[in-house]
């Protein structure tokens, strides 16, 4: 594994063009298994989990070719449908080819994500949903096979206990060649990323209402064309380079932001009374020169959309522990996402752990130590507080950033940030 090397404090300072969505882009890649005609992807970035999608497509037998942000995905005559452990142990988000390759070949087999340093991740709302929209479903020796039923018909009503993001878009996905069925799905997952999905499936004559709402309603088409079809901005990349903008004291404009999207992570910056400037229709946030002795903390429940997203979680812990005063996260998604609390503590921050919630006592300077890097998020999280900290600091095992973030040393350098990277 690589490592950064950092050198700070800097104030970071320019300009930053985000790319376009890794949660949108992962599952629409797998729902394009469904398509009977070629799918072009345009503002797909180009990044690490983006890459081993590629992987499962090709070994499923699609050619998929990558340029310039531009994905083009085109079916070969025979599908191979079984996915093997080491594609999917690598993301989670694979687990979501399952379906569609169940729909499209009559039977699929794909490997068990297993466990992820974030916390516990099962699949069983995955399983169970599957099952409910009448799929014969095995798990033997950490495989999962799917098996479509002779015949589909009917109503399918499904309710999910946990508005599970991924669950909502493998059922969604799945439901959508189901001919004859009408597929209706509650308390399912409100990201705006779900809302590009039934964007996306729709643009090749699929029948979906409701994303974006609890309940969404899936007529199954026979089949589905091509398409050309353009992916939304990253909402948590934009927020991460929001963040360490303005916990550095740097000044900047993050473009191609939807703003909407940001909406919690915008309104816990104003309660701590930071500057800055939502330009809606140029897509555009601008953030002078904040003081951080003049900011104070606050309280947040990490929930899902339209709450406070867990993918920020660490970037905004990183910035609390610079911010005079006592914060409180309460993590209700994934209730033991901590890893990185011990690596900010080697740097000085001051954060106590109770179960699903981190006290932050406020107000540190960072210092320059090694730490290690244990998911995308964390990465951020320790890159932002190193950026922060007086000395050269080295976060080990940094290649999870490249899963989530792309050009993520070209564009920090561009702001300024003095980063060198070491592959080992
Ligand atoms: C997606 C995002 C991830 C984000 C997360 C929550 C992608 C590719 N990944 O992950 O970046 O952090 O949403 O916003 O879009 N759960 C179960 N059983 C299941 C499924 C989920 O218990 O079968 C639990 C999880 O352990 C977790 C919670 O439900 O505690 C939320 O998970 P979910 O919304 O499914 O997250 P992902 O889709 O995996």
Redesign the pocket.
Known sequence: MGKFIIEGPIRLNGEVEISGA??SA??IMAASILSSGDVSLKNVPDLG?VRTMIDILNSAGFKVSFENNILSIKKADKLNSNVPYELVSK???SFNVLGPLTVVNGEATVALPGGCS???????????GLKKLGFEVEQQHGFVTARKPKKLSGDVNIYLK????????HLMTTATLMKGCRVTLNNV?L?P?IIDLQNFLNSMGAKIIGAGTSTIIIEGVEKLSGTDYSIIPDR?EAGTFIIAILASEGTGKVKNVIPSHLDALFEKLREIGTKFDILEPLREVHIPRNNLRELSGTDIDIE??PGF???LQPQMMAFLSLVNGKSVIVEN???SRFLHVDELKRMGARIDIKGNTAIIDGGVKYTSAPVQATD??ASAALLIAAICADGVSIINNIEHIFRGYENVIEKFKKLGAKIEYIKE
């Open positions: 890794k949660n992962l599952p989990d993301m989670r988000a974030i916390g516990v991740r099962p699949v069983d709302f995955h399983i169970e946990y508005p599970s993001v991924g669950t909502t878009e997952a990201e990323e948590i899902p959309y997203p867990t993918d998604v994934f209730k995308i998020r």
